[in-house]
């Protein structure tokens, strides 16, 4: 397994008060609207452009955004996933996938699809809100559940589905200069997208909205 622990600042505000932030916030109604961070950046697009027309379902689909529980300040755990995964191949994202039948809600989603790539215990995960439903230029109609995670859960990543998994401070993510809106090219097609880079990774697409939309929700309750 490779995990790098991330390096962690010193935070002004106590982890009580963390915790107490994030879990208002996400009870804010605002956290809880509809978003579709493709067409809000590229809206001279009719859609994205690895589809030949457009859209008319998404596949419903729910992430962890798991924040760890550190002791110097909590870091959000994301994963780089295999290149031989069909979907999403070498990119960076958050646990997650698919609604199965058997799944009763977004979270039940979020707990098992990161229980089966890293290893973690829905017992060691204390779900503590969602962020409404986030629609991909992939395809799919993401549900983003923030779940805090105990220090002492174990990793036990799934080497078909995940590469690696490290961790991001959450002050260097609540820091809004990280984020940044980059051109890509698919063909002969130029789109926007958000991204954070951080160390040697690249967080961008989706996952970087999903962040974006937090740091967002956070600044908007305490303002």
Known sequence: MSINHAKTPTVANSLTDWRTRIISALDHKAVLDTRSIFHELNPHLQQSPIFNQGLDNYRAAAVLVPIIDRPAEPTVLLT?????????????????????????DRAATALRETEEEVG?????????????????GMGFAVTPVVGIIHPDAN?????????????VPFSYLLDQSNHIIEE?????????MPAISYEQYHIWGLTAGIINSLVKAMASWEA
């Open 80 to 104: 780089l996933r295999s290149n031989d995964m069909p979907s999403h191949a070498g990119q960076i994202s958050f646990p997650g996938g698919s609604v199965a039948d058997a799944d009763h």
């Open 120 to 136: 973690i215990s829905p017992k060691c995960i204390e779900v503590v809100g969602d962020m409404g439903t986030h629609f991909g």
């Open 155 to 167: 990793f036990s990543l799934c080497p078909r589905e995940v590469q690696e998994v490290f961790e």
């Open 184 to 192: 890509r090219q698919n063909g002969e097609v130029k789109y926007r």
